[in-house]
């Protein structure tokens, strides 16, 4: 008779093997990264530039240059380039964040030949129709003031302002009245100054080999294009201002939206891998402590987690969740005794164990499949210089950290007096201490 | 090509297996018959509110996250109008401990008062995230009923009114649970480095002794014709004037059924499509524009959803979108057939990539009728012609069969 109370015997990897890409020079000096793996007939070239918000000189100029690439070139205008895209069951997404500009181009392995070549036009030649550029601006626009309508949108912007200050390019944000301001030749200018192949890392995957290899040389990898000579920035100091706390208004709002966190570091630090531990145990999985408190004893919201983002010079530490208006100062209070609690209290060895089982399926999970591989490749290329040692380092933190060790580090980070609190909704709560 | 191998257990379980040893990862998929169309009227949203207490414990096993992440798995879920689907991701040396916790809630549940309590808790704040607490967020909860007047697809997944969550109590959710979680009410994946032999153990081991049970027998009231238009106008607290039109169309067996997706495809797929070129770029009467279908079992809806720009007004807004939909009764380019048909395959192609997706898929179209429909998907859609797209538009875009949403912005 099988004993359904028992649970069958789990193994927990001891080792894992990180896939690694194949790292060549194309002869224009092109970084390029080769991930061959899947067996359907479709690839994926990431196009990794440094030319992030933080290079622009004015709002929306960085994510204005690179997103209207498509919108018209010497020879092509923007309806004929998107009929061709379409036309080949190309997808184009193209993304500007902080530190990095990055163009994803999947396609069927068969079409490549074909897409690759109108990727390349639309790179190396645009022109900013003046047409296009207002439509954009005023799409823009009334989609970013419907976001604005969100308290989630509301709190997350007070909150990287309160933690970087709004001068620091990791806390600022553009408004609707930026998109009235945005003009061609500012696009033109950027585009000069940072698309060009001494500013390029490109990303192979799927199911790929020589021949797609070669027709990424043609394109993009023989000689030198685009802007010669970009400096990379560095980290830039910033203004910490004095508000720990804001509150934005949003009335009528049935749920309140909350964020508590405060910076952090990059990846290379240290203690990262031990705050991955610790951050899992708070609010990074679903049998996390906040989750279990707050949602699953509780009932006060649909879900709160814990996160830690890196950005290439710095990072973050952030705890989010919406909740029940009703249930807001309840919420601050049971979110504040468990980051306490981690200060004070040593987790026990079976709580780790979980969280250290849980991870490393995390680990393993984060290379499923050759478009996992690339993103996990592109993470390390943003945050670490490709040093694969990062997941080595991880994986041995994970499976040899102390109760001790995260009670020191979470005495380190999470002293009161450093920690920022951003809500919006329709009522302030009143104060709560820990 | 995705191969597969399937057998059923005496009491009615199915089971596919697919071969997958690139990963250390394996993919479990458990598909329940059952979505909130199942739903007593008066009790909208038990579905969904059922699926949360999937999570609270089964009759051996008290909870069912814990051992599961000890076992290094992650796992979701989610409900739709049609069924309720469970899967989870975990190295695949650790595969036991997935059929050990499935296999129990499968046999009962806890039927826990607390997990009952909270579950409802969670479940209206979940109403309040999604539906009330973003802007256009109760779309779906005017439109359904406007469209619907008898099949019950009328309300969402997440129910007509909190209420019925609220109301809800334990002697309703051990009827539910025996009456639609049984073992001839389910379909179980298994995608990763797996053989079909070593399935088919676990699977007797942890499912073969749980006994089928008398599922409730599906008898769904039928939508009548639509013969009106109808129209419906609201005013909220949102920026931007929206519209939204439904019409009916076929169910998802029915031969027009790619057709009718493929119609949604040439109007709003990418950037080149009609709709964005020439309401978004063209006339700039739209901020976006989108169309797409329902996708559910029973007959759905087509939708054309659009932002309005400033100073246009409704009915213009409204006749353009229909000058659209006729012009499509008219003629299709051969280019343009071609070219939605290419986005499909692609689109198709690059949602099987993980041996999750792949679990899913293979799940949800066995329980179509054949799990091997996943392999003939872009054939099917490659031998649609321009007549076919011209033929269904014709029936499908009248006026009386529409059900129109004006989505007033308060200070416009």
């Known amino acids: 008779m099988l004993d359904r109370t028992i649970a069958p015997p789990t193994v927990l990897t001891d080792s894992i093997t990180i896939p690694r890409a194949d790292l060549t020079n194309l002869p224009n000096g092109v970084k390029l990264l080769v991930i061959n793996e899947g067996e359907e007939d479709v690839c994926r070239v990431d196009m990794v530039f440094n030319a992030g918000s933080r290079y622009q000189k004015k709002n929306l100029q960085a994510r204005a240059a690179l997103t209207l690439l498509t919108e018209g070139t010497e020879n092509h205008t923007s309806k004929q380039i998107s009929e061709y895209f379409d036309f080949y069951g190309a997808f184009l997404n193209i993304s500007v964040d902080k530190d990095f500009a990055r163009i994803t181009l999947s396609s069927l392995g068969k079409h490549l030949g074909n897409t690759l070549e109108m990727l390349s036009e639309v790179i190396k030649q645009p022109i900013y129709p003046e047409r296009e550029l207002q439509q954009w601006c005023k799409r823009g626009r009334q989609e970013l003031m419907v976001e604005l309508e969100k308290t989630s949108t509301l ?3 007070a909150f ?6 709004e001068q620091h390019p990791y806390g600022v ?3 609707p009245d930026d998109y009235n301001n945005v003009q061609q030749q500012i696009l033109k200018d950027f585009h000069t100054s940072f698309i060009g192949s001494n500013n390029l890392t490109i990303i192979l995957s799927g199911k790929v080999g020589a021949p797609e290899i070669d027709l990424l040389i043609k394109h993009f990898g023989s000689s030198k294009w685009g802007a010669n000579s970009i400096e990379v920035l560095n980290e830039i100091a910033k203004s910490k201002p004095d508000l720990s706390k804001a509150f934005v208004e949003k009335p009528n709002a049935v749920q309140t939206a909350i964020r508590i966190g405060r910076e952090l570091f990059h990846r290379s630090h240290p203690d990262y891998p031990g705050m991955l531990v610790l951050n899992t145990i708070l609010g990074g999985y679903f049998g996390s402590r906040l989750m279990r408190n707050i949602r699953e004893e509780k009932g006060y919201t ?21 909740v029940g208006a009703a249930y807001t100062e309840q919420t601050l209070k049971e979110i504040y005794y468990e980051i306490n609690r981690l200060i004070t209290e040593p987790v026990s060895h079976d709580e780790l164990l979980l969280v250290k089982s849980y991870l490393m399926g995390e680990i393993l999970r984060n290379f499923n499949g050759a478009f996992a591989i690339a993103d996990s490749i592109i993470s390390l290329l943003y945050y670490n210089e490709l040093k694969y040692s990062y997941y080595d380092n991880l994986f041995k933190t994970i499976k040899t950290i102390t109760p001790k060790k995260i009670v020191e580090i979470a005495n380190k980070w999470f002293q009161s007096n450093v920690l920022v609190e951003c809500i919006a909704g329709s ?3 009143q104060e709560s201490e820990y | 090509m995705i191969e597969f191998d399937r057998f059923t257990l005496n009491n009615g379980l199915k089971v596919l297996v697919h071969h997958d040893s690139s990963t ?5 998929n458990l598909l329940y018959n059952v979505g909130s169309r199942d739903e007593d009227p008066n009790r909208t949203g038990f579905a969904h509110l059922f699926e949360h207490l999937m ?11 814990e051992p599961l992440e000890r076992a290094s798995g992650e796992n979701n879920a989610f409900t739709t109008s049609d069924i309720t689907n469970y899967y989870i991701t975990l190295p695949k040396d650790n595969l036991e401990t997935a059929f050990w916790l499935e296999s129990d809630r499968m046999l009962s549940l806890d039927f826990s008062q607390r997990s009952l309590d909270v579950q409802k808790s969670v479940v209206v704040e979940e109403f309040n995230q999604r539906y009330l607490n973003q802007p256009y967020g109760d779309v779906w909860l005017l439109l359904r009923p406007l469209a619907y007047k008898a099949h019950p697809y009328q309300w969402p997944t997440i129910g007509k009114d909190p209420q019925h969550i609220i109301d809800s109590n334990l002697d309703e959710v051990k009827d539910f649970f025996f009456s639609h979680y049984a073992p001839n009410n389910a379909i179980l994946c298994i995608s990763g480095n797996v053989t079909t032999d070593e399935i088919r153990v676990l699977a007797e081991k942890w499912f073969g002794a749980i006994p089928s049970r008398n599922v409730k027998k599906r008898n769904l009231p039928i939508e009548p014709r639509q013969t009106e238009q109808r129209v419906l106008e609201v005013t909220r607290k949102v920026p931007f004037n929206s519209i939204y039109i439904a019409f009916h169309m076929c169910n998802r067996m029915h031969p027009y ?9 040439i109007l709003s797929n990418g950037k080149s499509s009609r709709l964005f070129q020439s309401l978004v770029k063209d006339k700039e009467l739209f901020s976006n524009i989108d169309a797409y279908i329902t996708g559910d079992i029973d007959e759905g809806l087509f939708v054309v959803a659009g932002r309005l720009n400033n100073n246009v007004p409704f009915d213009t807004a409204q006749e353009a979108i229909f000058q659209e939909l006729s012009d499509l009764k008219k003629s299709v380019a051969s280019t343009e057939m071609d070219k939605v048909k290419n986005r499909f395959e692609s689109t198709f192609t690059f949602g099987l990539t993980n041996t999750l997706e792949k679990a899913m898929n293979l799940c949800y179209f066995e329980l179509l009728g054949d799990a091997n429909m996943i392999n003939q998907m872009v054939m099917q859609y490659r031998s649609v012609t321009a007549d076919d797209i011209m033929g269904v538009s014709s029936q499908i875009f009248l006026p009386e069969n529409s059900s129109i949403l004006h989505y007033k912005a308060e200070n416009l």
Not at chain 2, 24 to 28: D, L, Y
Not at chain 2, 257 to 265: A, P
Request: glycine share 8%; net charge negative; no cysteine.
């Open chain 2, 257 to 265: 059924y790619s057709t009718t997706d493929m119609i949604s495809d």
């Open chain 1, 427 to 429: 009522v302030k709560p």
């Open chain 2, 24 to 28: 250390p990862i394996a993919s479990v």
């Open chain 1, 173 to 175: 944000f553009a408004t």
């Open chain 1, 302 to 322: 649909y879900g709160i987690n814990s996160f830690i983002a890196p950005f290439r010079d710095s990072g973050l530490f952030m705890i989010s969740t919406e």
């Open chain 1, 155 to 157: 709190a997350n912007q």
């Open chain 1, 160 to 165: 990287f302002r309160n933690v970087f200050g």
């Open chain 2, 55 to 65: 999570f609270g414990g089964s009759v051996n096993i008290p909870t069912y996250d």
